[in-house]
């Protein structure tokens, strides 16, 4: 984990490591531990040399709630939030991190402890919860490091009809030109974006890609998208699960990508109705 606090003695704050000056950081904001994570990790490996990859893991909320917005508005509060803390609490926070880490507290010890650190704020941490408090206070770790007007705030989202309302896209839209983040989106999820670096798609039905529907039932159903990319992979010798898929393959492939998506949407606002993706404007900043 690495620190960016400034004004700070040697010894007030236990670093592993810290960044080269001047390098930007790129704060990736995702749904889960499964495709988009193992993508962005798989970015990391290779950035430009002045880029600087973190990732923020967000577990799904309520199924009642738009997951897109919610994670959207989290992270806005979560850095209104950040902003606020002292040094003083941002020290005793990443020290507080550290110790669990090292395994010298309990998760019950580090609940107590936020609850001194943060004071009247731990109402808030507690209301956006999101697996368990630990994940929060990793989250919120990472956060206290990123720097306003120089770092960047990713988010990577599907457009997503069956929990993403219109009303609740433009409230995305909104928060995001307004916390200057930037928006990956694609229309309909990530599979389409994966998809794309491998096949133009110009031979697939663009309704039925919109309506993505179900291929087989059950709590591990495959929708369309992703058996268009499993079965296009084949034809590659590669395979893909949500949770295990050759990031480099489809980063060899970056360039072919960039050409396929010229025939679709790019742009958030297109995206909301029609098909495509933006992902790969964030990409481009952190690989060429």
Do not use: W
């Not at 909104?174 to 096949?199: K, M, V």
């Amino acid at each position: 984990m690495s620190y960016r606090l400034s004004n700070q003695m040697p010894n007030q704050v236990r670093q592993e490591e810290k960044p080269e000056e001047g390098k930007r950081k790129f704060f990736f904001v995702v749904e889960g531990e499964k495709t988009e994570c193992i993508y962005v990790r798989g970015i990391a490996n290779h950035a430009n040399k002045n880029a600087l990859l973190d990732v923020i893991l967000l577990e799904r909320m309520k199924s009642s709630e738009s997951n897109q917005y919610k994670i959207t508005s989290t992270i806005k509060n979560y850095i209104e939030k950040t902003e606020k803390l002292s040094e003083q609490q941002i020290i005793e926070l990443n020290d507080l991190m550290l110790d669990f880490e090292e395994e010298t507290v309990d998760e019950i010890s580090v609940i107590n402890k936020i609850a001194e650190i943060i004071g009247d704020d731990i109402n808030f941490f507690l209301e956006e919860r999101t697996n368990n408090v630990i994940d929060q206070l990793k989250a919120l770790e990472k956060l206290i490091t990123y720097e306003k007007g120089h770092d960047k705030i990713c988010l990577i989202l599907d457009r997503d009809y069956r929990s993403f309302t219109a009303s609740q896209y433009d409230e995305v839209l909104t928060i995001c030109q307004q916390s200057d983040f930037i928006l990956g989106i694609s229309n309909p999820n990530f599979e389409f974006y994966l998809f794309l670096h491998i096949n133009d798609a110009s031979k697939i039905d663009k309704e039925t890609i919109i309506r993505n529907p179900k291929m087989t039932k059950g709590k591990n159903s495959i929708k369309y998208t992703e058996r268009l990319l499993k079965d296009e992979l084949k034809c590659f010798d590669e395979k893909y699960s949500k949770n295990k898929f050759n990031v480099d393959f489809f980063i060899s492939n970056f360039d072919k990508f960039l050409k396929n998506i010229e025939n679709f949407s790019q742009d958030n606002n297109v995206l909301k109705d029609e098909i495509g993706s933006s992902v790969h404007h964030i990409i481009k900043q952190v690989i060429q």
